[in-house]
Nanobody, 128 residues
């Protein structure tokens, strides 16, 4: 059974930092697509960043570029989202998602496709 376990959410002041992590388990050996999406009540879910977990280059939403860094530890099946220079508009529930054993890295940049698995979400709240 595939599971995504997220951690690291919480509260921060504007300009501060938070680090989210997401570990995938229950998958067979191989690279996956893993990404972070966020949703604020009353708004549509939006992609934040995604990566092919084996030597992939992350893709970022415009809102995350220059402030967030997504990295992957392939051996630990874990991705990390370092969020710096946080803004109140970053406040949302952050969800980790995965596509298991994709045919290639290009799949990971397709935020419109259906992602296979989702975590429970971790709340990020940024105050001004």
């Amino acid at each position: 059974q595939v599971q995504l376990v997220e951690s690291g959410g919480g509260s921060a002041q504007a300009g501060g930092s938070l680090r989210l992590s997401c570990r995938i388990s229950g998958v067979r050996a191989g690279a996956n697509c893993m990404g972070w999406f966020r949703q604020d009540p009353g708004k549509e879910r939006e992609a934040v960043a995604s990566i092919y977990t084996y030597r992939g280059s992350p893709k970022y939403a415009d809102s995350a570029k220059g402030r967030f860094i997504l990295s992957s530890n392939f051996a630990e099946n874990t991705v990390y989202l370092q969020m710096d220079s946080l803004k109140p508009e970053d406040t949302a529930m952050y969800y980790c998602a995965a596509i298991t054993i994709p045919p290639g890295p290009w799949v990971c940049g397709d935020w419109q496709r259906t992602w296979d698995y989702w975590g429970q979400g971790t709340q990020v709240t940024v105050s001004s």
